[in-house]
């Protein structure tokens, strides 16, 4: 599976950005799309992540309230709402995807498999 991540880019506090991710190969039902963050000097960190089956979604409480995680399966593509961004937000987000993965792995960056190559988000305050 290859993921090509995009929507990226230079906003102020309070603005929203879309990411999108688009993955190549099929995902299937017991898989699950993520996304995850790294700011500079810090360890990457679960954002968001979406089951394949079902679309149920996860978020890190940090972006609970702000962010909305969607998929759309016909193109094999997910999107990451950004809203009411923060200059904390600021980092390389990056999409990971697995096609096997539990619910108790899904916030783990480990678990997954591939790894699109990041796309800059910058929030000014």
């Known amino acids: 599976v290859q993921l090509q991540a995009s929507g990226g880019g230079l906003v102020q506090a309070g603005d929203s950005l879309r990411l999108s991710c688009a993955a190549s190969?099929?995902?299937?039902?017991?898989?699950?799309m993520g996304w995850f963050r790294q700011a500079p000097g810090k360890e990457r960190e679960f954002v968001a992540a979406?089951?394949?089956?079902?679309?149920?979604?996860y978020y890190a409480d940090s972006v609970k309230g702000r962010f909305t995680m969607s998929r759309d399966t016909a193109k094999n593509t997910v999107h990451l709402q950004m809203n009411n961004l923060k200059p904390e937000d600021t980092a390389v987000y990056y999409c990971?995807?697995?096609?096997?993965?539990?619910?108790?792995?899904?916030?783990?960056?480990?678990?997954?498999?591939?790894w699109g190559q990041g796309t800059e988000v910058t929030v000014s305050s």
């Open positions: 190969g099929r995902i299937g039902s017991s898989g699950a």
């Open positions: 990971a995807a697995d096609r096997s993965i539990i619910l108790s792995s899904i916030g783990t960056a480990r678990f997954y498999n591939y």
């Open positions: 979406i089951k394949w089956g079902g679309g149920h979604t």
